[in-house]
């Protein structure tokens, strides 16, 4: 529960359009869309889903577990492989020599190494298990806005995309520029000054 | 509105000067630090600054960390042609403290450290601390709004260059 650890970093969103109603159904049926998938014992090395704030590795949407007054928390998941470089290397090298001896030649084709490498990286993939990797969301529907935690541009771009996926709704991070932009206090004809800004040089 | 990827680069400085402004604000016009509800707030610099100087076609960085660091090199550095990149602040409301840092380039918030929430010993205390928790995160993340809301209207005013600008530019050479 990164929301409830000491130091907490936060990327800002607008979030753009509304839900079909009833809006607790599209929430449910959005987040169970894209849940968090085991890759555990498979040659799958890379996983992202949504999975439950307070349940991360068992995710259950539960209403009490979801809601929490006006805002809807969940968490992004992000499972990952990793394998190390030296292990390949030997396995690979193995497979490779065994070719060799079974079929008498002295070199293998580009193919023929890419499809042991594969091969190598399947069969490795399926013997560890994935490193989880989890980023609070809270959505504050009502006012259309987003927290999430964390700044990492990675996370963030898998955000943006399985957000769209499972709600059918754009997230627009807040930057600078946006940030300035949708401030509600800002009039349109602000807003073309805003856009034909340019920097100002505070040093002689 | 225009391209977002385009956008993020193209207005990074807005993000940059906003945090200038926010020291010279922070230094000389502190009665300019008011919450949404115009109440004077207890905010300063924490133990981090970080600048960067882009001329001469090198990126120069200059870190100024510690606690309650001078920041001279920090000034001088200003005076030099470098912008403020990134800015660690401290907001104190009675006995309670925020700590965070603002990022120019994103405007994101690192390492908010809130006051600490009631400690959760059984599931039903989770609601309780969830919800105290962005309670006590709203405060900072409001407070940036309405900071950066006074910077913008400062800066798309007509008087941007021969008042606000000006006294930074004064500052920055005195």
């Known amino acids: 529960m990164g929301l409830l650890t000491s130091s907490i970093s936060i990327t800002r969103y607008k979030v753009n359009g509304e839900l079909q109603t009833p809006i ?43 809601f929490f007054g006006s805002h809807i928390i969940f968490s992004l998941r992000i499972d990952k492989k990793t394998l190390p470089t030296k292990l390949i290397k030997k396995f690979v090298a193995i497979e490779t020599a065994k070719l060799l001896k079974q079929s008498g030649r002295e070199f293998l084709s580009a193919n ?3 499809t042991i ?65 949708f401030m509600k206090t800002l009039s349109d004809s602000e807003k073309d000054l805003l856009t034909n800004l340019s920097p100002t040089q505070f040093s002689e | ?40 707030i207890d905010l300063k610099i924490g133990n981090r600054l970080v600048l960067e100087n882009r001329t001469h076609n090198n990126i120069e960085s200059i870190i100024i960390k510690g606690d309650d660091p001078g920041l001279e090199e920090g000034l001088l550095a200003l005076k030099k042609g470098a912008f403020v990149t990134e800015i ?41 601390a969830v919800l105290e928790k962005i309670f006590l995160l709203e405060k900072p993340i409001s407070l940036l709004d309405t900071l950066y809301e006074k910077f913008i209207k400062a800066k798309i005013s007509p008087d941007w260059n021969q008042d606000t600008a000006h006294k930074i530019q004064k500052w920055i050479k005195a």
Not at chain 1, 43 to 51: A, F, H, N, S
Not at chain 1, 121 to 150: C, H, M
Not at chain 2, 102 to 124: C, F, H, Q, W
């Open chain 1, 117 to 181: 490498k594969d091969e190598v990286i399947d069969r490795l993939n399926q013997g560890i298990p994935a490193t989880p990797n989890i980023y609070d969301v809270i959505w504050a529907y009502e006012e259309k806005s987003l927290w999430f935690l964390s700044n990492l541009k990675a996370a963030n771009e898998e955000l943006e995309t399985l957000f769209l996926k499972s709600f059918d709704l754009t997230i627009l991070r807040l930057f600078p520029y946006t940030g300035a932009y």
């Open chain 2, 1 to 40: 509105m225009i391209d977002m990827a385009a956008a993020y680069n193209r207005y990074k400085f807005l993000g940059y000067e906003f945090l200038t402004w926010l020291w010279y604000t922070l230094e000389l016009e502190t009665e300019k630090l008011t919450d949404a509800d115009h109440n004077e």
């Open chain 1, 24 to 66: 607790k159904e599209s929430i449910y049926n959005g987040l169970r869309k894209n849940l968090i998938q085991d890759i555990d014992k498979q040659p799958i090395d890379r996983v992202v889903g949504w999975t439950s704030f307070e349940n991360p590795y068992i995710p259950d949407f539960q209403e009490e577990s979801l």
């Open chain 2, 88 to 128: 660690e602040l401290v907001l104190q409301e009675g006995d309670f403290q925020w700590h965070f840092s603002i990022k120019g380039e994103s405007l994101n918030i690192n390492g908010i450290k809130t006051p600490a929430t009631g400690p959760v010993e059984r599931n039903d205390d989770i609601e309780g």
């Open chain 1, 112 to 114: 023929e190494k890419k």
